[in-house]
Nanobody
Framework: QVQLVESGGGLVQAGGSLRLSCAASGRTFSTPTMGWFRQAPGKEREFVAAIRWSGGIPVYANSVKGRFIISRDNAKNTVYLQMNSLKPEDTAVYYC?????????????????WGQGTQVTVSS
């Protein structure tokens, strides 16, 4: 089993920034793919960003490209999501996702483990 612990959510005004963290522990994989998804009330879970451990190029949803940055610390088994220029439409519960061999990073079904979610609220 792999445990994912997320942190860093909160309330911020439009234009502000937040940094999310997701630390993996337990029987972690040697080269996992980690990603972030989000789900707003009444909407489906949507892809935000992902990064493969083996030197892959980060992938972003068009809606966050240029504003969000995903990064990783291999030694700490941790992935980060730096969110800048936040907009009210970014308000959602953000989930960390973790997988061994994720064929398509934008599809949630490829990930094997999920965090509990952290709320991000952006006020206008």
């Amino acid at each position: 089993q792999v445990q994912l612990v997320e942190s860093g959510g909160g309330l911020v005004q439009a234009g502000g920034s937040l940094r999310l963290s997701c630390a993996a522990s337990g029987r972690t994989f040697s080269t996992p793919t980690m990603g972030w998804f989000r789900q707003a009330p009444g909407k489906e879970r949507e892809f935000v960003a992902a990064i493969r451990w083996s030197g892959g190029i980060p992938v972003y949803a068009n809606s966050v490209k240029g504003r969000f940055i995903i990064s990783r610390d291999n030694a700490k088994n941790t992935v980060y999501l730096q969110m800048n220029s936040l907009k009210p439409e970014d308000t959602a519960v953000y989930y960390c996702a973790y997988g061994r061999a994720v064929p398509t990073v934008v599809v949630p079904t490829g990930y094997e483990y999920w965090g509990q979610g952290t709320q991000v609220t952006v006020s206008s």
